[in-house]
Structure formats: C-alpha cells, structure tokens
C-alpha cells in the first residue's frame, strides 16, 4: 500500500519559513521523480519543485531562489524548504512520486499522491 504524508504546513506572516515534509512507504525499483505541487481554491494544480533519483532539481519560476526539494532516502523522506513566503505562495501543498521520470513539475508524470497540508501567508 503506497502512502505519502505530508506535514509542516501553517500559518505564517510574509517573509517567513516553512519546512514541508513528505513521508513516502514506498519502495521504488525503478527511476523516479518527488515533486511537490500546490492548489489554491478555483486554480489548477501548479508545479513547484521536483528531485529525481539522479539528484537533479527543478522548480517553477515563481519559487527560484526561495524555496528548496531535497530528500533523504534514508528516512524515505522528502522536504520543501520555503523560504521568503509570499501572500500568494497560499495553497494546499502536496507531494507526488512518479516512476520512470526525471525531475518534472508536470503533475501528469506522478503517480502516487499525499493528501495535502495547507500552506498559509499573510
């Protein structure tokens, strides 16, 4: 049974931090890519960063330079450093695996999906 959790979302004011985490009970053989994506009420679902099995990071360019995917494979973990948040950095955040994929913020590549823990600036 795949299971993906996320946590460390809040509530926070503007110029503040957070650090999501994403718990993974997954077992990969293959290739893969992590990403996380967040949603606002009445928007699509939006790309924000993504890692793979190489290392290799990609991110949406409304995050460059403020927020930060890594992993740590031995606690099957994966993180969001957020940094600098912004009102419209406001979402419900949620982490993906994906097989056989490279870095990507293309939420059709992930297979696997957490719940979501919500992100709040003001």
């Known amino acids: 049974h795949v299971q993906l959790v996320e946590s460390g979302g809040g509530s926070v004011q503007a110029g503040g931090s957070l650090r999501l985490s994403c718990e993974i009970s997954?077992?990969?053989?293959?290739?893969?890519?992590m990403g996380w994506f967040r949603q606002s009420p009445g928007q699509e679902r939006e790309g924000v960063a993504a890692?793979?099995?190489?290392?290799?990071?990609s991110y949406a360019d409304s995050v460059k330079g403020r927020f930060t995917v890594s992993e740590d494979n031995a606690k099957h973990t994966l993180y969001l450093q957020t940094n600098s948040l912004k009102p419209e950095d406001t979402a419900m955040y949620y982490c993906?695996?994906?097989?056989?994929?490279?870095?990507?913020?293309?939420?059709?590549?992930?297979?696997?999906w957490g719940q979501g823990t919500q992100v709040t600036v003001s």
């Open positions: 993906a695996v994906g097989l056989w994929c490279t870095a990507t913020t293309a939420p059709w590549e992930y297979h696997h």
């Open positions: 890692i793979d099995n190489d290392g290799a990071a």
């Open positions: 997954l077992y990969i053989y293959s290739s893969y890519c």
